[in-house]
């Protein structure tokens, strides 16, 4: 791969650009249908962010509907005619909404998420229930691991024991204008925090992820049973990548949500029992060396989300043994790195990054050069490539 882009790169444009490892990425999409034992994969779009990507999975047959980040991207992707979309989070847009009722088609096709009657006043505010179709509602439980006063996991659902989950599913049967079809339950705490090493952090995390699962397999369980009292749910999503093999054999859970895996960005170095491959990677230019063991590139401070701190920051995949400069790390601007493989490193070679976070490496390019093997064999347009924007 490092020929590839290292070689002539007149056809491949102008860096900063981003691409893909395509072998890395099928490779990576079968390690997940394989710890899915046989439960249907939902794609997490906000990790994908290209439609050509959303594809390829989907046409697996182990990839079954999407789990899109916002209402406006999952009205997009009904437009082009992707099948069971679930708006993964709670929506005030206002304009999207006005948009989803205006189309029965695509309101039997999108369904919503609700943890909270505020939400549904904010629905019925824009389009009350006489004057527009029936909307699809996911219903959310607060899958996080609560242990006194100390929370483990994403501040998300508000509906945290099974009796508050079925008396909600109660308010949302009662209430004209929606048909509550399904159950989210999210075990961020598990699947999106990273558990290697032998650091004290690192045995905390193993920790408190062992008493989180032991936890919340039965009160999901008890949850589900509670909402079959008031409505039968066409399905209940459960995990992410880092929890895929635990949710799997959760009986409760009939689909499991996977995005990040595909690519296998920075962060997922860092987790025990998750043979990925790194598949998605973007590139920098050197543009010059202020010392013989210093090279620095133009631009670099992609940053992800999340706590601040040095994981948010791209990894250095190739050369290796290269390290940010303390006082400058990754940079709007540029990007000074340092160390004994920046001598060999001339202005115009390109230095090849990671990006933390999978789905947020395509907010920064257009398109992804597609590497199969000893070639560009493709160009993949991103969401940004195609003028929208997530959040």
């Known amino acids: 791969m490092q020929s590839v882009l290292q070689g002539e790169r007149g056809p491949l ?24 034992k046989g439960k249907p994969l939902r794609v997490a779009t906000k990790s994908i ?72 006043d904010l629905v019925d505010s824009v389009a009350p229930p006489r004057s527009r179709p029936v909307l699809r509602a996911c219903l959310e439980l607060d899958a996080s691991l609560r242990v006194g006063p100390a929370h483990f996991g994403a501040r998300r659902s508000p509906l945290f024991r099974p009796a508050e989950l079925r008396d909600f ?93 595909i690519y296998a960005p920075g962060l997922f170095t860092r987790y025990r029992n998750l043979p990925l491959s790194p598949a998605a990677f973007f590139a920098c230019p050197v543009v010059r060396k202020p010392r013989a063991d210093i090279a620095t590139v133009s631009g670099g401070g992609w940053v992800a989300s999340g706590t601040p701190g040095a994981d948010r920051l791209p990894t250095i995949a190739y050369p290796e043994g290269l390290s940010f400069v303390a006082n400058e790390s990754a940079g709007e601007a540029q990007t000074p790195l340092h160390g004994d493989a920046a001598r060999g490193l001339a202005v115009g070679d390109l230095v090849i ?9 395509c907010e920064r390019v257009n398109e992804l050069l597609v590497i199969d093997g000893e070639c560009v064999a493709d ?12 959040q």
């Open 13 to 36: 444009g102008s860096p900063p650009f981003g691409f893909l490892d395509l072998q890395a990425l099928r490779a990576n999409a079968e390690e997940l249908v394989v710890q899915a």
């Open 379 to 390: 160009r993949w347009q991103t969401y940004r490539g195609r003028g929208v924007a997530l």
């Open 49 to 120: 962010r290209c439609l050509p990507v959303l594809d390829e999975l989907l046409a697996m047959g182990a990839f079954r509907g999407v789990l899109a980040l916002t209402l406006g991207e999952a009205l997009m992707l009904d437009r082009l005619g992707y099948r069971d979309v679930v708006v993964g989070y709670p929506t005030a847009d206002r304009e999207a909404l006005s948009l989803l009722v205006a189309n029965a088609a695509a309101c039997t096709n999108i369904t919503l998420m609700f943890d909270s009657p505020d939400q549904l």
């Open 169 to 261: 599913a109660r308010q949302v049967v009662d209430r004209p204008g929606y048909a509550p079809v399904g159950i989210m339950a999210y075990e961020g705490q598990v699947a999106g925090v990273y558990d290697a090493g032998r650091s004290p952090r690192a045995v905390a995390v193993r920790a408190m992820q062992r008493l989180s699962k032991r936890e919340l397999r039965p009160r999901r369980a008890a949850a589900i049973r509670a909402v079959r009292e008031v409505f039968e749910p066409e399905f209940v999503n459960g995990g992410g990548t880092g929890s895929v093999g635990f949710t799997a054999d959760d009986p409760a859970v009939t689909e499991i949500a996977a995005g990040s895996g």
């Open 353 to 361: 990054f990671r990006h933390a976070k999978a789905g947020e490496l």
